[in-house]
């Protein structure tokens, strides 16, 4: 990769984000810049950047794939708000469902599913709507060196990789952070004034809960899994751990309810300790919390049969599933 990275140990956070600033204003001029907020904290922070660096001239969105936790789209909003950031939501859920139909494929649900509906159609609509031509996203180092590497492919990983975003979608793409860690971005976010509760916000993919489903995503799968995610998350939200979440596993396993068979689906819990998600370990969760999520997941999840931990360290295993 091209890309130096910016380590923690060696970053100043008032020099990085004049300087972020500064090269926004440059590429704006005086046109309008679009920002893909995911509600994740890359997102966050380059949201906050460009507002600074552009004012009225940013246009924000937060783009309802129908992918999303549990009353996402209005929790986002309603943070931005009070960081004087007007964030418009797009309901594109009709347009993801369709482009994830049928695939399973990993790599196919990431840009087939994923990748084009967001570049090709979404963005570039919007763009087209308010007469923009850069669009900001949070791409970070780890996305491009994991996509580097061929660990899989990140769906905001372009110019890294030989995709020129202005030939393929017709726009081009800015990411302030992209010399950057996890560790690293928190720091810019709380310079920056982002609140504890979204600088320190456990990572989320861009393929949201997609990426949690093994198999076929369908609207019935994913409203599991959003079931399960919350009751993960509230769980362990004072873990310490770097990242938790939820999977939903594509065979259906044997159970038993009331004395008789129970055909239903399994959840497998993850939680990982680590500093940047380019190594992991599971966190040493004591069993009782273990025993409740599963209580609770089988309990309120309709259909769910089986709840597992995995206990592999990265590598050999990955943070997400998918």
């Known amino acids: 990769m091209a890309i130096k990275e910016i380590p923690l ?6 020099e990085f984000i004049a300087q972020q600033v500064a090269a926004i204003r440059a590429a704006a001029a005086d046109g309008v810049a679009l920002s893909a907020l995911s509600g994740g904290v890359d997102s966050a922070v380059v949201t906050l950047l460009a507002h600074r660096a552009l004012g009225s001239q940013l246009k924000s969105y937060f783009i309802d794939t129908g992918l999303m936790r549990e009353n996402e789209p209005q929790q986002i909003v309603d943070w931005f708000a009070d960081l004087g950031v007007k964030v418009e939501v797009v309901d594109a859920a009709d347009r993801f469902f369709d482009a994830l139909r049928g695939l399973s494929d990993p790599e196919m649900k990431r840009e087939q599913g994923i990748t084009q509906p967001f570049y090709k159609d979404v963005f570039a609509d919007l763009l087209r709507r308010v007469n923009a031509n850069i669009l900001l996203q949070g791409t970070n180092f780890t996305d491009v060196q994991e996509t580097a590497a061929g660990v899989k492919r990140q769906h905001n990983v372009f110019e890294q990789i030989g ?3 202005r030939k393929a979608f017709g726009y081009k793409v800015l990411e302030p952070i992209l010399a950057l860690r996890k560790p690293a ?3 810019v976010g709380r310079a920056l004034g982002l609140p504890a509760e979204l600088a320190q916000r456990p990572p989320f993919p861009g393929p949201a809960l997609a990426a949690r489903i ?3 995503v369908t609207r ?3 409203a599991i899994v ?3 995610t919350a009751i993960v998350e509230a769980c362990l939200e004072d873990s310490g751990a770097f990242q938790y ?3 939903l596993h594509e065979d259906r396993v044997t159970g038993v309810r009331d004395g008789k068979r129970d055909f239903g689906y399994q959840i497998e819990i993850r939680c990982w300790d680590s500093e940047d998600a380019v190594t992991a370990l599971p966190t040493d969760i004591p069993f009782a919390r273990l025993r409740t999520m599963a209580d609770r ?3 309120t999840v309709p259909g769910v049969v089986s709840v597992t931990y995995n206990i592999a360290a990265k590598p050999p295993s990955c943070i997400e599933a998918v």
């Open 185 to 187: 971005i928190r720091a």
């Open 226 to 228: 959003r079931r399960a």
């Open 214 to 216: 093994v198999g076929e």
């Open 163 to 165: 995709i020129d975003p």
């Open 9 to 14: 140990e060696k970053l100043d956070t008032e």
């Open 297 to 299: 997941i089988t309990d």
């Open 245 to 247: 979440l939820a999977i």
């Open 220 to 222: 019935e799968r994913v």
